[in-house]
C-alpha cells in the first residue's frame, strides 16, 4: 500500500510517500526534509508536491495518510495535522495518528533503555521513555531538562545536547519511522485510532482580574 | 442563472472557523449556496478577549467537520469544486496558519487553484451576495480588530487606504466598555441591547480627531473608552448607581457618530457616491440607522449586508474568491504563508517570495 508520512512537531518540516509491503520495513520512494522552525506552512504542501511528482504517484494513488500529532510546539504542529487532515478528507483516506517520540525511537532501534527528547521551547522540552524492547514506558511529558528521570537510561535520541547522556540519531521523526510506528494497523486496514494533538501544555490564558481605575480613588 | 464555477472558502482568523460555498455565474453574478460557522466564542468569554492559542486549538478541531458541513448544505461535492479560498491575513497568525495549510491540502487534493485573500477586502465581497455588482465605493470596515476607511475600485483590484484607527478598533472599544458597565463578551450585541432603553444624549462623551486640525479620516477611540471610565467612577465616588443603559447609549452614540461622519466626509471629498459599511460593528443597529439617515442626508447609497455576513465567516471569502476567479484571476503559489500584518493593499497573495520580498 501506498502511504504518505507527515510530520511537523519539531523543526523539521517532513513530508514522505512510502511503500508499505505486506511484510518487512516499509520502503521511501520519496521523502524531503527541511528544518526551519519558522516555516511549516510555507514548505508543507510544497514538500508533499515534490514527494508525490519524484516518485510518479498521483494523490489519488495513496492508500493512507500518517501524520505525527507530537508533542509538538502548538503553531507547527497544527500545520501538519490540519494538512494530514484536510487531505485524508479530500481524498477519502483514513489518517493514522502516530506520537511524534515514537517514530523517532522506533528508528533509534533496540540497544538498551532509550530516552527520547525533543524541544519544546520555553526552556522546557517532551520526552518520552522506552524500554530495551522499544516500547514507550513513561511518557510523553513536557518538563525542565533537569527534571526528566534518567535514572536506567543508557541512550538518547532527539534534542542531543541537554543531558549529557550518550547520543543515538535520529534527532527528528522520519516517514520510514513514522510509518513503522502503525505498520500493523496500516497493514490490518484497521480504523485509525482519535486524531488529537498532543499538545501537553494548556493555552496561556488568564482570567483578567479587577479593572485598573482609571481616576485616583 | 446557474452558477458556472463553485468556490469554497474558509475564514480561520480570529475566533470564527468560517466555511463558505458561493457560485458564481458567466456574467459575475454570486450566489451563496452555504455559509457555516463554528465558534470559539464562548471559551473566550471568561477571559475578556479572544485567546489566540483558544481559537487556534478550536480551528484544527473544526476545520474538516465544517468544510463537510458547508459541501452538505451547498448540496455540491467536491468535484464540482473550482476553487479554494482562504483568508490569508490579516487576523491572528497562529489562527490564520490551521486556514490557510487546510485551503493548500483542499485545493491539491481537488486539484483546483488557490486564492488567498485579504480578509478585509473579502468583508467588503460579501456584500456583492446580496446587493449584486459593488460600483466603486467608499468602504467602512470596523469590527474588533479593524476601523478603517477605503476606496474600492474594484473587487479585484487594490484597495486604497484613507484612514484608520491610530489605536483602539472600534469593536475593541464596545468590548472594553461592556466590560466597564458590568455587560458580557463580545460587548458589541450587549451595547446594542441595552442601548436601545438608554438616552444618547445622557452624556456627551468626546468625539476623538474630530477638530480643525485632526486627520480627517483616522479614528480613535482610546480617549472615549478612558472617558467612560472617568464617568462611572465619578458616578461611584458620588455614590450614585451607574445608569448603565444610558451611559452605554452615550458611549454608541459616539463611536457612531464619529464612524459616519468621517466616511460620509470621505465620500464627499472623494465624489463617491455608494457607502459600504462591513465587519461585525456593522451589526450595530444604531450604526445602520444613523448611517442610513446621514447618507440619505447626503445623497450617497448605502450598502450593509445582513448581520449575519457582517460578522467573520467563510461566505465571504468564498465570494472574493469567486470574483478572482470570474476576473480570471491566477492562482496563489502553495508557498503562500499566512501573514498576520497582511497590507490592505494586496487582495490576493501570489506567493511567498512577492510577498517577503
Excluded at chain 1, 30 to 49: I, Q, Y
Excluded at chain 1, 136 to 142: C, E, L
Excluded at chain 2, 259 to 274: C, E, F, M, S
Amino acid at each position: 500500500m501506498l502511504v504518505l508520512a507527515l510530520d511537523t512537531a519539531t523543526s523539521a518540516v517532513t513530508a514522505g510517500l512510502l511503500r508499505l509491503p505486506a511484510a518487512g520495513f516499509p520502503e521511501v520512494l520519496a521523502e524531503r526534509v527541511t528544518v526551519d522552525a519558522r516555516a511549516h506552512g510555507e514548505l508543507l504542501m510544497p514538500s508533499v508536491c515534490s514527494v508525490l511528482a519524484t516518485a510518479g504517484v498521483s494523490m489519488r494513488d495513496l492508500d493512507a495518510v500518517v501524520c505525527g500529532v507530537g508533542p509538538g510546539p502548538f503553531t507547527g504542529l497544527r500545520v501538519g495535522m490540519v494538512t494530514a487532515a484536510a487531505l485524508g478528507d479530500a481524498l477519502g483516506l483514513p489518517v493514522f495518528p502516530v506520537c511524534s517520540l515514537d517514530a523517532i525511537a522506533y528508528r533509534a532501534g533496540t540497544g538498551g533503555p532509550l530516552l527520547v527528547i525533543t524541544d519544546a521551547r520555553r526552556r522546557e522540552v517532551y520526552w518520552a521513555r522506552y524500554d530495551e524492547s522499544g516500547a514507550r514506558i513513561d511518557g510523553p511529558h513536557v518538563d525542565r531538562p533537569l527534571d526528566v528521570p534518567l535514572a536506567g537510561v543508557s541512550r538518547v535520541a532527539g534534542v542531543p545536547d541537554v543531558l549529557g547522556l550518550p547520543v543515538v540519531p535520529p534527532q527528528y521523526p522520519d516517514p520510514a519511522g513514522l510509518v513503522a510506528v502503525v505498520a500493523t494497523t496500516l497493514r490490518a486496514r484497521a480504523t485509525p485510532g482519535p486524531f488529537h494533538p498532543l499538545y501537553l501544555r494548556r493555552p496561556d490564558a488568564w482570567e483578567p482580574g479587577p479593572r485598573k481605575r482609571v481616576t485616583p480613588v | 442563472m446557474t452558477p458556472t464555477g463553485i468556490v469554497l472558502g474558509i475564514e480561520s482568523s480570529c475566533d470564527e472557523t468560517g466555511v463558505g460555498v458561493v457560485g458564481v455565474s458567466g456574467d459575475g453574478t454570486v450566489t451563496l449556496l452555504a455559509d457555516e460557522i463554528a465558534s470559539s466564542v464562548d471559551e473566550h468569554a471568561r477571559f475578556g478577549g479572544v485567546v489566540p492559542e483558544v481559537a487556534s486549538r478550536a480551528h484544527l478541531q473544526a476545520m474538516v467537520p465544517t468544510v463537510r458541513r458547508a459541501l452538505r448544505t451547498a448540496g455540491v461535492v467536491p468535484s464540482d469544486v473550482d476553487a479554494v479560498a482562504v483568508t490569508a491575513g490579516p487576523g491572528l497568525a497562529g489562527a490564520l496558519l490551521v486556514g490557510v495549510a487546510a485551503a493548500k491540502a483542499y485545493a491539491v487534493a481537488w486539484d483546483v487553484p488557490l486564492y488567498g485573500v485579504n480578509h478585509l477586502t473579502a468583508h467588503i465581497a460579501v456584500d456583492t451576495l446580496e446587493h449584486g455588482p459593488l460600483p466603486p465605493a467608499l468602504a467602512l470596515l470596523v469590527s474588533g480588530g479593524h476601523s478603517s476607511l477605503l476606496q474600492v475600485s474594484s473587487l479585484v483590484a487594490p484597495l486604497h487606504p484613507l484612514g484608520a484607527t491610530i489605536d483602539d478598533a472600534a469593536g475593541e472599544a464596545f468590548d472594553k466598555v461592556a466590560r466597564l458597565l458590568g455587560l458580557g463578551f463580545p460587548g458589541g450585541p450587549f451595547i446594542d441591547r441595552v442601548a436601545a432603553d438608554g438616552d444618547p444624549d445622557s452624556v456627551r462623551f468626546p468625539r476623538g480627531l474630530t477638530g480643525p486640525g485632526d486627520a480627517r479620516y483616522d479614528f480613535s477611540f482610546s480617549g472615549l473608552k478612558t472617558a467612560v471610565a472617568r464617568h462611572v467612577e465619578a458616578l461611584g465616588r458620588q455614590g450614585i448607581a451607574v445608569p448603565v443603559a444610558d451611559v452605554a447609549a452615550a458611549f454608541q452614540e459616539a463611536v457612531v457618530d464619529v464612524l459616519t461622519a468621517k466616511a460620509i466626509r470621505a465620500a464627499t471629498d472623494r465624489g463617491i457616491d455608494t457607502l459600504l459599511i462591513g465587519g461585525g460593528v456593522a451589526a450595530n443597529s444604531r450604526l445602520r440607522a444613523l448611517a442610513a439617515q446621514r447618507c440619505t442626508a447626503a445623497g450617497v447609497r448605502l450598502r450593509v449586508p445582513r448581520r449575519r455576513l457582517c460578522t467573520d465567516n467563510g461566505a465571504m471569502v468564498a465570494a472574493l474568491g469567486a470574483h478572482l476567479l470570474a476576473a480570471a484571476a491566477p492562482a496563489s503559489a502553495l508557498d503562500i504563508p499566512a501573514d498576520p500584518a497582511l497590507p490592505i493593499t494586496t487582495s490576493l497573495v501570489g506567493s511567498s517570495s512577492s510577498t517577503r520580498s
